[in-house]
């Protein structure tokens, strides 16, 4: 592939996305981000990590929406950042962030819509985990130490959350086999079992594309 691998993972609540994550990111050598996205996009910005956490895959109104990618689209300069509203900054501070890190490592970032954010980078690849409902809720009240209650409810809010945030963010949809370059259900395969098939996807592709040069 040209330039740095990045596996970008999108995940239902549960369905120990993170997990399989932080071991892919193991496996391969690379390092592992997920809410130290959130810290390396502040440190970078200069704006405060609690505002990069109180924004996290949060879907924003329409109308700032809209001015968000008006203005990504056509690039923005420091003065005009400064000018930004507060949602504004964030967003665009983390999309670069991304944007960043595939220029400069090969690495495994957990959602944040760091999909979208590479979508035009060639050595990116996007996996989405899924899982069965009680295996998702089973792994999720012993993470969390929550009754399977509490647990279901928690996985049903979180996965709106991040629907919604997708959906807003790109123009595609969240957990549709579409959006993604592999769709991968931890149920199914087990955690071992998703890394290993993320890995040998990787190889496949390596070798399609290398064939393809050839």
């Known amino acids: ?5 990045v596996i970008t993972i999108g995940r239902e609540c549960g369905s120990a996305g993170r997990l399989i994550g932080k071991m892919l990111a193991e496996r391969l050598g690379v390092k592992f981000y997920d809410k130290e996205l959130l810290t390396l996009a502040a440190k ?13 895959e949060k879907p924003t109104n329409s109308f700032l929406y809209s001015l968000v990618m008006d203005t990504y689209s056509m690039g923005y300069t420091t003065s005009s950042f ?11 501070a983390q999309f670069d962030t991304i944007k960043k890190l595939a220029l400069e490592e090969s690495c495994v970032i957990v959602g944040r819509c760091a ?11 996007s996996v989405f985990i899924s899982g069965n409902e009680e295996d998702k809720i089973r792994h999720f009240a012993e993470a969390q130490n929550v009754t399977p209650e509490k647990a279901k409810d928690i996985i049903a809010k979180t996965d709106k959350k991040r629907a919604n945030y997708y959906n807003y963010y790109s123009n595609k949809k969240w957990g549709d086999a579409k959006s993604y370059h592999l769709c991968v259900n931890s149920s199914i395969t087990g955690y071992e079992g998703a890394v290993d098939l993320i890995l040998e996807f990787i190889r496949i592709k390596e070798k399609n594309l290398g064939t393809k040069k050839g």
């Not at 970078?44 to 996290?56: T, V």
């Not at 400064?82 to 665009?92: E, I």
């Open 44 to 56: 970078q910005s200069g704006m405060c990590k609690e505002l990069f956490e109180s924004h996290d």
């Open 1 to 5: 592939m040209n330039g740095n691998l």
């Open 115 to 125: 999909d979208y954010a590479l979508a035009e980078y060639p050595s990116m690849i």
């Open 82 to 92: 400064m000018d930004m509203p507060l949602n504004h900054k964030v967003f665009l």
